[in-house]
């Protein structure tokens, strides 16, 4: 298809366990979370079309298929009618029909939507229970960032990966085997006996993700064709992902003080284990598609992107100079510089050159890159000021921060609405514009009183859902049949690298000169790349919106 869219009417890291950030969404220091950059999520689909005809026993199947051993169609007579005496529509089994359709993929895109929710959750989940973690578990604080990096460097590399094998071996299943093994990984992650153990399927629970994420969000755009169906399902996963996000602030908050870590660890496996019954339900597999897997490009793929986010993580509490960023960042970049070069010349690549021929998909690829580090300092800064400048409980701290996530989830609500009418180019300048605004209110009031500091919030809220939602409809509209899994794992790899680079940018701005007030100026910039960004952005047909 090419139809498109419309332009129309501080300090230095704390000790101990260093912040982290993923492609899902970045998170901080124990007790703390940070927004997901990530507002994409995902939903089935079967691209198939349907019919429908009245059975003997009148009953419809939800595909349109009828139930019951014959046809009670005859010529001449309406479909559904006994005879042609007084024979009317047959409204009724269509109506069903169509309820059905309706009924499933509510259902599905509720149960893509939870996945996204969960992956979220997980990481003020870890940082909730890393002191315990480490307290019970007798780990160093090396052994306790490595419970943090474990996870960040499996899902950061396998990403590319994850979103082809969906293509390949059909997204339902790719899909559902993510979660199962995130699922799996969680519960034994609560009855880790030691340290090692926790690292090992920490790893896991991140190859699990990688899985899951992008197959999800091809199953999305497999479900849902361009137009406001897409856009809406795009932004009630934005919505529910920043919910889930206000959650994980209560948490952190709330049950940092009561009982064993343990608890705080399972609370996914109950969210995963409906979501894998749920789905074969509700979720349609898509068609394979052909092909074989490109090994040296996923090899090249999965070490750089590895060594890339590794760097970056490390420079949140390293100087950039040390060889472990300086030589991790090197590699990373080298590795991605060759993985390009294989995937022109590979016969079926693991993400197809032309994938960033379309200008507008390109730039909103690099909006996304940008993104993340206009609000990671929000977080990252004030919990600190909150909790160790103002002595707040952490209960207290995260509460103050909610009105972030809360305004995500209702501007993202409303979302829809606004990009049909603004267009991608001027709802991502508002959205950028607003988190400028937001970050540079911060570097001027951060330490004030919280009256001058609520209303940033509430502008980086509604900058967030206006930025994430156009970028994400850009970045995945327009693809060549069988591209869906690949630019979702682009996409997904993108917000991931952009949550590390901000973070490491920002420590680094804060630690050499200023403190939380040249980070959050740091913040801006960033916010200010995306506003370049949406600048670039071409006027296009309104088919995908409208």
């Avoid at 899951?212 to 856009?231: D, E």
């Avoid at 959205?431 to 970050?439: I, T």
């Amino acid at each position: 298809m090419t139809a498109q869219l419309s332009d129309q009417p501080v300090p230095a890291a704390p000790a101990g366990p260093r912040p982290t950030t993923s492609g899902h969404g970045p998170t901080t220091g124990p007790g703390t979370t940070t927004a997901s950059a990530s507002g994409a999520t995902t939903t089935l689909g079967s691209g198939s079309s349907t019919s429908t005809s009245a059975s003997a026993s009148g009953r419809t199947t939800a595909l349109g298929r009828t139930t019951g051993s014959r046809s009670a169609t005859t010529p001449g007579h309406a479909p559904g009618s006994a005879s042609g005496a007084g024979s009317t529509p047959a409204s009724g089994p269509v109506a069903g029909g169509r309820a059905g359709k309706k009924r499933r993929a509510a259902g599905a895109l509720a149960v893509i939507a939870g996945c996204n929710a969960m992956i979220q959750l997980d990481d003020p989940i870890v940082n909730i229970a890393l002191p315990g973690m480490r307290a019970d578990l007798g780990l160093s604080a090396v052994g306790a960032s490595w419970v943090l990096t474990a996870y960040l460097l499996a899902f950061g590399g396998l990403l590319l990966l994850g979103g082809r094998l969906g293509d390949l071996l059909g997204r339902r299943r790719v899909f559902m085997a993510g979660v199962g093994l995130f699922t799996a990984a969680a519960a034994l992650r609560g009855a880790a006996s030691s340290g090692e153990m926790l690292i090992a399927v920490r790893a896991v629970q991140g190859v699990g993700a990688a899985l899951a994420a992008p197959s999800g969000l091809a199953l999305l755009l497999s479900m849902f064709p361009q137009g406001p169906a897409r856009t809406r399902a795009i932004a009630v996963c934005t919505a529910a992902g920043a919910l889930s996000t206000a959650g994980g602030l209560l948490l952190a908050g709330a049950l940092t003080s009561l009982g064993s870590w343990r608890w705080v660890v399972y609370l996914d496996v109950p969210v995963g284990v409906a979501i894998v019954v749920a789905a074969p339900f509700v979720l349609a597999e898509t068609p394979r598609v052909r092909g074989r897997l490109d090994a040296a490009g996923a090899l090249l793929s999965a070490l750089g992107a590895a060594a890339l986010v590794f760097g970056l993580a490390r420079a949140a509490e390293r100087p950039w100079g040390d060889m472990s960023v300086a030589g991790s960042v090197l590699a990373g970049v080298v590795g991605l510089v060759l993985f390009a070069v294989v995937e022109r010349r590979a016969r079926q690549p693991l993400v197809a050159p032309s994938l960033f021929a379309d200008r507008d998909r390109l730039l909103a690829y690099g909006a996304t890159l940008a993104v993340p580090g206009a609000v990671i300092g929000t977080y990252f800064f004030l919990n600190q000021f909150f909790q160790a400048g103002r002595g707040w409980s952490a209960l207290v701290a995260a509460c103050a921060l909610l009105p972030l996530p809360v305004t995500t989830a209702l501007a993202a609500a409303g979302g829809e609405r606004l990009l049909r009418r603004l267009g991608a180019r001027r709802m991502l300048a508002v959205g950028a514009g607003l988190l400028v605004c937001g970050n540079g209110w911060l570097a001027l009031s951060a330490t004030g009183p919280y009256p001058l500091v609520l209303p940033a919030l509430v502008l980086l809220g509604a900058g967030m859902a206006c930025g994430v939602l156009p970028l994400t409809v850009l970045a995945t509209s327009s693809l060549a049949p069988g591209g869906a899994g690949a630019a979702s794992g682009v996409l997904n790899a993108v917000q991931g690298v952009g949550g590390s680079v901000g973070l490491a940018t920002l420590v680094t701005v804060a630690s050499h000169g200023g403190g939380a007030a040249a980070g959050f100026v740091a913040g801006a910039a960033f916010a200010a790349v995306a506003l370049v960004a949406a600048a670039g952005l071409r006027g296009r047909p309104a088919a995908v919106v409208s």
